[in-house]
């Protein structure tokens, strides 16, 4: 097997486990064992279980952006944009939802410092990225004018807690649920109704 294929399995199994179990919870045996690989490789390809998980939260947040990325390319309509960003924000709330807990907590009660730092830094990329699509919305006319990093740390969190509240109330609801409630609520709340 290929080195980066091996590193991929890695950070797979790692990101499962960190999302159910938590990190303090998760070994590195454990991570080892269900991705079939020796303890010796996931020390290969990290230095430690810290960074790993700033590893999986990096890796995350990169797919997060290419589909995000992908969205802007299909020249879809300001709303229909809107809405298919905010659904990928719930999705990876949804089906990683310990591990988006870990990101937007304060990682420095969990990792040390140059690791929690490391996280961060990765974290305030992906508000600025964020503020930075709020902002081009608000250009063209779609989005209020406000603070676009506060609302961009305000859409995460309540993203994450209507997420976090959907895996532990109503999983046995179609997610659609909640990609209509979250993007119902963000409309109203930052969409100008009335375009000049």
Request: net charge neutral.
């Amino acid at each position: 097997m290929q080195k980066d294929s091996i590193k991929h399995k890695i950070l797979n199994t790692a990101a499962v486990c960190f999302s159910k179990n938590g990190f303090h919870r998760t070994s590195v045996d454990e991570i080892a064992a269900i991705a079939k690989v020796a303890k010796g490789s996931v020390y290969y390809n990290f230095n430690n279980k810290e960074d790993l998980l700033y590893e999986v939260i990096k890796w995350g947040i990169e797919l997060l952006n290419n589909d995000i990325e992908k969205i802007y390319s299909e020249n879809l309509s300001d709303e229909d944009t809107f809405y298919q960003v905010l659904k990928i924000y719930a999705q990876n709330s949804l089906n990683y939802p310990e591990l988006s807990s870990l990101v937007f907590s304060s990682v420095s009660d969990i990792l040390k410092v140059e690791a929690a730092t490391k996280v961060n830094t990765i974290f305030n990329e992906l508000i600025d990225s964020t503020a930075k699509l709020l902002l081009y919305g608000a250009n063209s006319g779609f989005i209020k004018d406000m603070n676009f990093h506060l609302a961009a740390v305000g859409m995460f969190g309540m993203i994450n807690n209507m997420c976090r509240y959907y895996n532990e109330h109503l999983k046995d609801e179609n997610r659609e649920i909640v990609y209509k409630t979250i993007y119902k609520t963000f409309y109203n709340g930052i969409v100008k109704k009335n375009k000049d």
